[in-house]
Structures are given as structure tokens and as C-alpha cells.
């Protein structure tokens, strides 16, 4: 990835507000809300814009969280609740009018943490510290 990819979608002005409106849309949604209880949403939110603004060349590097595998351990996070947010990314990115071709580049990184953060069972989650539970969303209605 060309360290200019922040620059072209618009720098991180751009991908903040990305943020800012796909949180509108998961703090909202019936089911991925719940994987948010108890998180501040300015910290969700500035996280994710720092940790994609280094991962699309922005200097100097501000990111100083945990990777995603380890920040997502202790999620049960499926296929379908992975695309579900995906889709919701899709949307955005074209809500807010990042080019198709800079929204096509942006949802491939997305996919390429895919394998990071899904898990096919419970049994492959983990607390990231010794107090911490397992979270498990059930999907509403089943």
C-alpha cells in the first residue's frame, strides 16, 4: 500500500468521519450494539481512526493499541456478524463519498483482517486479561 492512501481518501479528517457514521449505524443495529456495551464511544471511534489511518501510511504512527487479533479475543465474533459490519462499511464509504476505487482498496483491508477476528466457535475466544469473560451476542430472535 502506497503510504498516500490516507492522503487520497481524503486524509484523517475523512476517516474520522467514516467512523463517527459507521458507529451511528453499529451503536444502533438490534445486534452488534451489544458488543459495544460499556465502551466509550469517542474511544471506539479514535481507536479505529488511528489504527486505519497508520494501516493507510499516515506518518508518524499514532496507533498504540493492541492488534486486532488480541483486541478482538474475547469477542465471539462469526462470519456473519463480520459481514454484517463489513456491509455497514460499505455503505458508509459510499455515504460519505470515498471514490469506488479508494472503497474498493479500503473494504479489501477490512477483508484482510477478517481472519484475525472471526471464529468458527466460542471455544477459540479468550479474555485479553485474566478477569476478563468471553463476550457471546446472541443474534435476537434465535
Given amino acids: 500500500m502506497d503510504a498516500v492512501f490516507l492522503d487520497e481518501v481524503g486524509g484523517k479528517a475523512v476517516v474520522k468521519r467514516v467512523h463517527k457514521n ?17 465502551m466509550e464511544r469517542w474511544h471506539l471511534e479514535d481507536q479505529q481512526t488511528d489504527f ?16 486486532p487479533m488480541r483486541a478482538h479475543q474475547h469477542l465471539f465474533i462469526t462470519d456473519e456478524v463480520f459481514m454484517i459490519r463489513h456491509d455497514m462499511l460499505a ?10 476505487d479508494h472503497k474498493a482498496q479500503w473494504l479489501k483491508m477490512d477483508l484482510g483482517m477478517k481472519a484475525a477476528i472471526v471464529k468458527k466457535s466460542v471455544d477459540e475466544c479468550e479474555g485479553r486479561y485474566k478477569t476478563e469473560k468471553v463476550l457471546v451476542v446472541p443474534k435476537p430472535g434465535s
Fill in 52 to 67: 486505519m489511518a497508520d494501516l493507510f501510511g499516515g506518518k508518524p504512527a499514532i496507533y498504540c493499541g493492541r492488534a
Fill in 22 to 38: 459507521l458507529y451511528d449505524k453499529l451503536l444502533s443495529h438490534p445486534w452488534l450494539k451489544d458488543f459495544f456495551v460499556g
Fill in 91 to 100: 455503505k458508509t464509504l459510499t455515504e460519505v463519498g470515498v471514490s469506488e
